[in-house]
């Protein structure tokens, strides 16, 4: 198991990345202070749902699609909060956490192990890398239309209402076109938060 404040850590440093700048902004004639209050008000809110994953992980339970099924759990929370706060933020502060807590087990083979279903963060600069590295660029659904260009596709900017309508369709969104080229490209003995690690800025 991990320590509280391992994880506490961890959640605060994932939940700057994931709200960080133009990621999660400001309403133009927003005050400071209310928007300060409801960044605040996510952070606590989505406390508990993040923290129930890392124990999934940790304790063994996770599978290959518990990632997903808290990525939406935590959107939909958020959603109630503030629904600036989109699909692509709430994957970000999950994987993230996942990706900071794994550090504390690295040199741990058994622990290691436990993070084989967590899912590779996605954001500009390791988009731009597994597109731009990628032998088969995966085609993904949005806006209406199936896509295969990345370049005006903005991580923060995918809803969970744009995953739902592409698995309606029986194609992939962006998310999860991403993370089936990260897992074409990583070697068999590498999980997919390694892959991250590996190759984060390596333009």
């Not at 902004?25 to 927003?30: I, N, T, V």
């Not at 909060?81 to 692509?88: A, N």
């Not at 068999?188 to 892959?195: L, Q, R």
Request: aromatic letters at 16%; proline letters at 1%; a neutral charge.
């Amino acid at each position: 198991m991990y320590e509280d404040k391992m994880f506490n850590f961890a959640y605060s440093l994932s939940f700057k990345d994931a709200t960080i700048r133009k990621a999660f902004s400001k309403k133009q004639d927003e005050e400071y202070k209310d928007f300060h209050s409801i960044k605040c008000s996510l952070k606590e809110g989505l406390y508990d749902d993040v923290k129930t994953y890392i124990s999934y992980i940790f304790d063994g339970k996770a599978n290959l699609g518990t990632c997903d099924e808290f990525i939406i759990k935590t959107c939909t929370e958020a959603e109630r909060i503030d629904d600036r706060f989109s699909y692509g933020n709430a994957q970000k502060l999950i994987n993230m956490t996942a990706k900071y807590m794994y550090l504390s087990c690295y040199e741990n083979s058994n622990l290691r192990d436990l993070f084989k279903y967590c899912h590779c963060p996605m954001d500009s600069i390791m988009l731009k890398y597994v597109v731009n590295n990628c032998s088969n660029t995966a085609t993904f659904y949005l806006d209406g239309k199936e896509r295969k260009t990345w370049n005006s596709f903005s991580w923060s900017s995918l809803t969970l209402s744009d995953v739902k309508s592409a698995k309606q369709k029986g194609l992939m969104d962006p998310y999860h076109a991403f993370q089936s080229m990260v897992n074409g490209m990583k070697s068999d003995n590498m999980n997919s938060i390694e892959f991250d690690y590996c190759y984060y800025n390596q333009m």
